[in-house]
């Protein structure tokens, strides 16, 4: 099965807002947002958070934890879309590894995100004044699950009262969707590594939408960290920036996808 090479030119990070949760253009289309007036000042709030300029420390710190996670993802993006060019000029073993090597750097990155949520969580119960958020985007994610995590989340957005409840259920879903999203990615990339898979044609596309997905929950994150910062007393401050600066617990050990002597039918 043909396929051109896809090239994976990310946002920055100063232009991801616009490309995620509030593109207007999207909004015009698709009325992302309620024309109501409440829901407007609403997503007024959210937007200033996002938009304002934070105090020196809150920014640095701000500025470290997503310069790591760029870092991060930029690797694994690399190594993917080596990958689809592999596969593209006719070198499917050396794609396979590319896959491999992408997988790899997602499953280090996840665990990064994940911590994150749950931080910020552990945070929540210390402090009384909370973020206001928004419900994650269908329109935002291709793949069934980043979908129905964000149907979901949107529905019970509306039936919970307060920005507190709202905040606890949005980085529960947004841990659990990143979780999902990995995991979906490294059994495709499995079987693509292993040459197992009947239709190959289908995992690569799965990996595809899956780090567009996985892409979405990234700025999510960031923007969820930033609202956060923004309401977070500052004697609070140096025990989150400890808690974030320190490195995630290690997932358990997976064996990871070795070539087989399997034909390279890919």
């Given at each position: 099965?043909?396929?051109?090479?896809k090239?994976?030119?990310?946002?920055?990070?100063?232009?991801?807002?616009?490309?995620?949760?509030?593109?207007?253009?999207?909004?015009?289309?698709?009325?992302?947002?309620?024309r109501?007036?409440?829901?407007r000042?609403?997503?007024?709030r959210?937007?200033?958070?996002?938009?304002?300029?934070?105090?020196?420390?809150?920014?640095?710190l701000?500025?470290?934890?997503?310069?790591?996670?760029?870092?991060?993802?930029?690797?694994?993006?690399?190594?993917?879309?080596?990958?689809?060019?592999?596969?593209?000029?006719?070198?499917?073993?050396?794609?396979?590894?590319?896959?491999?090597?992408?997988a790899?750097?997602?499953?280090?990155?996840?665990?990064?995100?994940?911590?994150?949520?749950?931080?910020?969580?552990?945070?929540?119960?210390?402090?009384?004044?909370?973020?206001?958020?928004?419900?994650?985007?269908?329109?935002?994610?291709?793949?069934?699950?980043?979908?129905?995590?964000?149907?979901?989340?949107?529905?019970?957005?509306?039936?919970?009262f307060?920005?507190?409840?709202?905040?606890?259920?949005?980085?529960?879903?947004?841990?659990?969707?990143?979780?999902?999203?990995?995991?979906?990615?490294?059994?495709?990339?499995?079987?693509?590594?292993?040459?197992?898979?009947?239709?190959?044609?289908?995992?690569?596309?799965?990996?595809?939408?899956?780090?567009y997905?996985?892409n979405?929950?990234?700025?999510?994150?960031?923007?969820?960290?930033?609202?956060?910062?923004?309401?977070?007393?500052?004697?609070q401050?140096?025990?989150?920036?400890?808690?974030?600066?320190a490195?995630?617990?290690?997932?358990?050990?997976?064996v990871?996808?070795?070539?087989?002597?399997?034909?390279?039918?890919?």
């Amino acid at each position: 099965m043909e396929e051109s090479a896809k090239v994976y030119n990310r946002t920055p990070p100063e232009t991801a807002f616009s490309k995620t949760m509030y593109n207007r253009r999207a909004c015009s289309g698709a009325d992302v947002f309620s024309r109501g007036k409440p829901k407007r000042l609403q997503r007024s709030r959210v937007v200033d958070d996002w938009v304002a300029t934070l105090p020196r420390e809150k920014s640095q710190l701000y500025q470290l934890v997503v310069r790591r996670w760029e870092c991060s993802y930029a690797m694994m993006s690399v190594a993917l879309d080596e990958a689809f060019s592999l596969r593209s000029s006719g070198e499917l073993v050396c794609a396979r590894q590319q896959v491999s090597i992408a997988a790899g750097l997602l499953g280090r990155l996840t665990p990064s995100l994940i911590a994150l949520c749950e931080t910020l969580a552990a945070r929540g119960q210390m402090v009384a004044k909370f973020p206001v958020v928004e419900p994650m985007n269908t329109e935002f994610f291709r793949g069934n699950t980043g979908r129905s995590a964000a149907s979901w989340n949107r529905i019970l957005h509306h039936l919970l009262f307060g920005s507190r409840s709202r905040f606890f259920h949005k980085l529960r879903i947004l841990s659990h969707t990143l979780n999902q999203l990995e995991s979906e990615f490294e059994e495709a990339a499995s079987e693509i590594s292993k040459g197992l898979s009947v239709q190959p044609g289908d995992c690569w596309q799965r990996l595809d939408t899956l780090h567009y997905d996985f892409n979405t929950c990234l700025r999510e994150s960031e923007i969820v960290l930033k609202s956060f910062l923004r309401m977070l007393p500052e004697d609070q401050l140096p025990d989150l920036a400890r808690e974030l600066n320190a490195p995630p617990l290690p997932k358990p050990v997976r064996v990871k996808p070795r070539l087989s002597g399997a034909s390279a039918s890919a």
